[in-house]
Nanobody
Framework: QVQLVASGGGLVQAGGSLRLSCAAP????????MGWFRKAPGKGREFVAA????????YYADSLKRRFTISRDNAKNAVYLQMNSLKPEDTAVYYCAAQKAGRVRSSNDYDYWGQGTQVTVSS
């Protein structure tokens, strides 16, 4: 069982930045891919970004790739999401997830999920 611990959310003004972290402590090495999803009130879960362990290949939602950057530290089994130029529409609960195999953009193909961290962007 992989446990994911997300942190870094909070309240920020529009135009500001936040950095989310997701750690997978314990014997959870070699997770092939990790990703971030978000869920805004009244909306479904949305893919944000993902990164592979081998090669560090990154994937982004088209609408977010100019403002968000995903990275990972394999030694720490951690993944990060740097969010810049935040907008009120970025307000959501952000979830990190780990995947053993499958489509990195599909939430259905992730095996483990963190508890979510709230990001609120005020106008």
């Amino acid at each position: 069982q992989v446990q994911l611990v997300a942190s870094g959310g909070g309240l920020v003004q529009a135009g500001g930045s936040l950095r989310l972290s997701c750690a997978a402590p314990g014997r959870t090495s070699r997770i092939p891919a990790m990703g971030w999803f978000r869920k805004a009130p009244g909306k479904g879960r949305e893919f944000v970004a993902a990164i592979t362990r081998r090669g560090g290949r990154t994937y982004y939602a088209d609408s977010l790739k100019r403002r968000f950057t995903i990275s990972r530290d394999n030694a720490k089994n951690a993944v990060y999401l740097q969010m810049n130029s935040l907008k009120p529409e970025d307000t959501a609960v952000y979830y990190c997830a780990a995947q053993k195999a499958g489509r990195v953009r599909s939430s259905n193909d992730y095996d483990y999920w963190g508890q979510g961290t709230q990001v609120t962007v005020s106008s």
